[in-house]
């Protein structure tokens, strides 16, 4: 009946390998993942040198105990750090542990038959900091219940911090009321999570900023714009012919800083009327894109409505070619037949959430985040600084 949850790794010719500027991983780690794992420069150019002290003869600990050149943190934290996975998301959750050079923590996860959620640590996690990975992607209520469950297995097995890591927030979206009697269902989201006992959520490409607030609890928000920046700097794509889209007037500041980032390339904005949810109509274009490359700029595409009726709009504009570049690929019915329609020279996205193989498109390109989030959990572990990871 039980069944034990198993990921299986997704090698580096599977998806897209996108390092991320920093890495910490040691050589016996990198062999061990078959070179899954590759150093990235820093963003100025200059070879990431760790900061972490080897081993030597003058530590506290017998040079009889540690091998040679050992990191001090593979000894000490390594074995108070503990990585989850739930079934949302398993193969990011190994090629995040990968990354670090750890293995993830044995867990048994099971539905009954009348869908109840059983959790079961089969390692112990006391006194340990556990990170959990399941972004609450569709089905959005089954991850998001599968989470608290996890949560709660932890805290009862007394794990001394519990860090949620939700590569993709479900409700993100619901946020504020524009209508009256309308919930605010990312706020009672972020109470569950809290209540359930997180101490921390690690988040990637919240809908919108103000979504932290909803958490009485610290939210790290990572951003999945160097993963794509760094894609499309390895393109032959001339910098006077770049021109950064936003989809709607809500993404502008989104598209502002990727514009920045991306040879401080001008702007453009789609102007859209939405008269009801998943439905949008495209009115006007503020900007030039004539005979330019687009990039259409999102945190996720959904239906594909809204950024499929922009790139018409560009097309009809003058635009050269359009990409599109969005975080989570939700890709609900029929986003695959708007974003294949060939509109889009090319559709980036990121595998915060799993994009199943019926899915997959010839203009589709998935990035890892992995390696990002791999690299902010150490640094969430170690108490250092996780927002320099982005400048």
């Not at 609890?217 to 910098?239: E, M, N, R």
């Not at 037949?337 to 996205?349: D, P, T």
């Not at 994009?355 to 998935?366: A, G, M």
Request: with cysteine; aromatic share 6%.
């Amino acid at each position: 009946m039980s069944t034990l949850l198993q990921s299986s790794f997704i090698s580096s010719s599977s998806i897209s390998p996108i390092t991320p500027r920093f890495a910490r991983i040691s050589i016996r780690n990198a062999a061990r993942c078959n070179n899954a794992v590759v150093s990235l420069n820093s963003a100025n150019g200059i070879p990431y040198r760790s900061t972490e002290l080897s081993v030597t003869g003058s530590t506290s600990i017998p040079s009889f105990l540690v091998a040679p050149n050992t990191p001090i943190h593979d000894l000490v934290n390594r074995n108070r750090l503990r990585i989850f996975s739930g079934t949302a998301n398993p193969a990011l959750a190994q090629e995040i542990a990968c990354y670090m050079g750890l293995d993830l923590g044995k867990i048994k996860i099971k539905r009954f038959a009348d869908g109840e959620i059983y959790v079961q640590l089969q390692e112990s996690v006391r006194g340990c900091d556990v990170f959990l990975v399941q972004p609450t992607c569709p089905p959005a209520n089954e991850n998001l219940m599968e989470l608290l469950v996890m949560i709660d297995a932890c805290r009862r097995a007394s794990a001394k911090n519990i860090t949620a890591v939700i590569p993709y927030f479900g409700y993100a979206r619901a946020d504020r009321k524009t209508q009256g009697r309308e919930s605010i269902a990312a706020k009672l989201v972020a109470n569950l999570i809290t209540e359930a006992g997180a101490n921390r959520v690690l988040a990637c490409d919240l809908h919108s900023g103000q979504s932290m607030g909803y958490f009485d609890i610290p939210v790290d928000h990572v951003y999945g714009q160097p993963v794509i920046l760094d894609y499309l700097a390895s393109k032959t794509i001339c910098s006077d012919d770049l021109v950064v889209v936003s989809p709607d007037v809500g993404g502008v500041a989104r598209a502002r800083a990727f514009a920045k980032k991306l040879s401080d390339a001008p702007l453009a904005i789609v102007d859209k009327r939405r008269h009801g949810h998943n439905v949008a109509e495209v009115m006007n274009l503020i900007g030039d894109v004539k005979g330019k490359v687009a990039v259409m700029v999102d945190d996720m595409i959904d239906t594909a409505g809204t950024i499929a009726k922009g790139a018409a709009l560009l097309h009809q504009e003058g635009a050269r070619e359009v990409y599109a570049c969005t975080t989570h690929a939700v890709f609900s019915p029929p986003a695959i037949e708007r974003l294949s329609s060939g509109l889009f020279q090319e559709v980036i996205i990121t595998n915060t959430i799993p994009v199943s193989e019926k899915n997959y498109f010839p203009q589709l390109t998935v990035l890892s985040v992995a390696n990002l989030l791999g690299e902010t959990i150490w640094r969430v572990h170690d108490d250092c600084s996780v927002s320099s990871i982005f400048l």
